[in-house]
């Protein structure tokens, strides 16, 4: 199934694979496989972890996000 999302918490909990695309024009930027097993904890250490490294790949992470989640 492909899914498309805006939202990195949601590509997180529910992907095994997630294709993080770049701005204008859309290529494939990365590809981040998710190696946490099923059902997904948001609350632990490597969901926050990956989801810091995300957001640093899409340029939304500030340094004060970063220090939060690593």
Same mark, same amino acid.
């Given at each position: 199934m492909v899914m498309i999302t805006h939202d990195v918490d949601e590509a997180i909990y529910l992907s095994t694979r997630i294709i993080v695309m770049s701005p204008r024009p859309g290529r494939i930027a990365n590809i981040v496989e998710v190696p946490m097993s099923?059902? /997904?904890? /948001?609350?632990?250490?490597e969901f926050a972890e990956l989801r810091a490294r995300l957001l640093k790949q899409l340029n939304f992470a500030s340094d004060v996000e970063q220090d939060y989640y690593l």
């Open positions: 099923q059902p /997904r904890n /948001r609350g632990t250490t």
